[in-house]
């Protein structure tokens, strides 16, 4: 088990993958719009941030990403983090949570906001027990529902 840092030459398994997470909690994967991120990971994250893979012989199960959204004030959003939903449950997401948490405070952010929807229950639970606060909306994100941040 390896978090590694997203490389071109993974895209086409990183379209997969969340192909597959999406279609387990029933939202349809449009990489053409609304999921554009995900098609091209080397230009909405990489530049601006990173985005990490969770690999386990070398299966991807997970991921997680920030992006610079205030590089005034040092604000970076957490993007993107899943787990396929038969290694859920064994604290991978906490792992990859920690990791991009550790990153943050390296690279001096101030803080991380991020956003949610209400039917990922187990997520919110994560990020309340790791500090995140519930903050006011932050964004123009038309499917998020719930928003979070923590100050480092």
């Known amino acids: 088990m390896e978090i590694i840092a997203f490389k071109s030459n993974m895209q086409q398994s990183v379209g997969d ?12 994967y449009s990489p053409m719009d609304r999921h ?6 080397e230009q909405h994250y ?16 997970g991921t997680v990403a920030v992006r610079i959204i205030d590089i005034d004030n040092k604000v970076v ?8 939903p038969e290694y859920q449950g064994k604290g991978y997401g906490r792992l ?3 990791y991009a948490i550790d990153y943050a405070r390296e690279q001096q952010y101030n803080k991380i906001c991020l956003d949610t929807r209400k039917q990922f229950s187990a997520a919110q639970h994560l990020y309340r027990s790791s500090g995140f606060q519930e903050t006011d909306k932050y964004n123009d994100n038309e ?10």
């Open 17 to 28: 993958f969340f192909e597959k997470c999406f279609s387990a909690v029933g939202i349809p």
């Open 36 to 41: 554009a991120d995900i098609a091209d990971v």
């Open 46 to 61: 990489m530049r601006n941030g990173c985005f990490w893979c969770l690999v386990d012989n070398e299966v991807l199960i």
């Open 77 to 84: 959003e957490l993007k993107r983090m899943f787990i396929l």
């Open 96 to 98: 990859l949570l920690g």
């Open 143 to 152: 499917h998020a529902e719930l928003y979070y941040e923590l100050v480092l």
